[in-house]
């Protein structure tokens, strides 16, 4: 009992929750945008609802990696034109890459649509009355899967302890309920802020597109898809952020000599 619950193990859950709330953030990100498709007065339900869901199904798919990680990386099939294309799928490249697919997707409409001339407000609460909450709740549980899986296997790399790392995907999901509501009241009064959420959720996808294109040995041309880092993605990350804050404050400089 002593070595269950030893010292070294409450050190590691708070290693697995920081690293939780690391690689929590585009998670967070896109819970925030796409709870906008619900009506304004169900957003926070269905933010919250998915979280729970999505914490339920992350300690049943911690459950199945640990039990079965080898069938996850077993390889399902390949499709291969000798020095055009070769690939080697297996479930997890293919859940990953459904993901990063999905997002570069959700993130390239939302654009065009902030883009599109017609009026933004009156669209968007059409919008919102179109879709359901389930549909809503659906989209978020399933995206919030295909981003627990790096947190999950990052877990399995640091301990072999079953409550250590579903504690800390407990632990995890209550910080996301607790910061859901605020990271959206932002997006809200900021609206500018949307832009820039939407293009780091596109890198996002990228990201997630390079890595399952690694997971699957994918091969173009004779070139291997090497996964894009997470210091490559943070460095974006925050080059982004520079960019629109110094558009900004160059943009009201310009506006207070007009």
């Known amino acids: 009992m002593d070595g269950i619950f030893s010292l070294d193990n409450f050190i590691t859950l708070g290693l697995l929750t920081l690293l939780q709330a690391v690689l ?37 798919l911690l459950f199945l990696l640990v039990s079965m990680i080898k069938y996850f990386q077993k390889e399902l099939f390949g499709l291969n034109i000798e020095g055009v294309f070769e690939s080697h799928f297996n479930i997890h490249s293919l859940i990953v890459l459904f993901g990063g697919a999905f997002i570069i997707y959700t993130a390239t409409k939302e654009i065009i649509h902030m883009m599109s001339l017609e009026n933004h407000e009156g669209k968007e609460e059409k919008e919102a009355k179109k ?14 899967i295909v981003f627990s899986f790096d947190s999950i296997l990052s877990a399995i790399a640091l301990t072999d302890v079953f409550w250590v790392m579903a504690s800390a995907i407990i632990i995890g999901g209550v910080l996301m309920i607790w910061l859901s509501d605020g990271v959206s009241k932002f ?13 780091v959720l596109f890198v996002v996808g990228i990201m997630l597109l390079t890595e399952g294109g690694h997971l699957a040995h994918i091969m173009i041309g004779g070139n291997e898809i090497t996964p894009m880092s997470k210091t490559t993605f943070y460095f974006v990350i925050v080059i982004l952020i520079l960019t629109d804050v110094v558009q900004g404050r160059y943009q009201k400089k310009l506006n207070m000599k007009l």
Do not use: C, T
């Open 131 to 144: 879709k359901s909450v389930n549909g809503v709740i659906v989209s978020i549980v399933i995206m919030n």
């Open 187 to 199: 997006l809200q009064r900021n609206r500018m802020y949307e832009v820039l959420g939407l293009f």
């Open 24 to 60: 929590g953030f585009d998670n967070l990100l896109y819970i925030s945008l796409e709870s906008k498709g619900a009506p304004p007065e169900k957003q926070a339900y269905v933010r919250k609802v998915g979280i729970i869901v999505a914490i339920f199904l992350r300690i049943g």
